[in-house]
């Protein structure tokens, strides 16, 4: 079944906050839930986008009527006879062969094959609770310490064992030859992808802000890779786009439906708008 995402609408008495919602939402008067069942906020949003994609279902004659008032459960069928009912309601084009060209100029370094770095890193942890501010202090001191010009030899892996919270600190943050794929996304997209990504070797100017934490990057060695002509990857660049085409038109056909829905409970982001492709 297609997955839709959607953000909260920033309110603490609404089920989009995040916290557990006992009083019943619904779509059109069909409840979500039980009265009194306790539902955490993403689950509840993603019960609101099927049942809406039910209901218009229903609406064309795909899916018979539920009987009840509240939201059944979908069966395998139902996601497939919802998911052809989407693959006829939101078509997506194509892309044109100049628009992926043109998306293959301005992420080259996306698809160069072979790179790598051998690189160690420091991690300051962010866990629940701690105090964001004093750690960004002490990873700044930190770094400030290993860009000086007279640093001592030996003082990242002294560093490294004292204050990373990766297992790494044992081997002085030394990480190995990693590639993009090695990396978590926002990691590889600092240390590859970025245009200043190639600062060449040495302490990286700046701390790097990822899911884990904050981490101060030495890249010790370097393997270029090689960039694929258009050619050979056009075929990869077109299925990117299009999935991207596709899932864009998924939100704005699913806020539409939203928009003309009576949504009790919830904020689904409902869009007035047209379906725009």
Known sequence: MTTIDSSGCGSAHCACSGQLQTVPASINGITLHEPGEAIDGGTLRERAWSELLRQRAVHLGLLPKASGLQAPELSSADRQVIEAMLDEQVPAPAPTEEECRRYHESHKTHFIVGQALHVRHILFAVTPGVNVHALTQRAEVALLDLSRKDVAPGRFEQLASELSNCPSSAQGGDLGWVTPEDCAPEL????????????????????????????????????????????????????????????????????????????EGIDLEASESPLVQ
């Open 188 to 263: 590889a997209n600092e240390l590859f992808f970025q245009s200043d990504s190639r600062w060449g070797m040495g302490v990286h100017p700046r701390l790097v802000h990822t899911r884990f934490g904050l981490h101060i990057i030495e890249v010790l060695g370097r393997r270029k890779g090689k960039a694929p002509e258009f050619s050979a990857i056009r075929e990869r660049i077109a299925s990117e786009l299009a999935q991207r085409s596709r899932a864009t038109a998924l939100r704005q056909y699913m806020r539409l439906l939203a928009g003309q829905a009576v949504v």
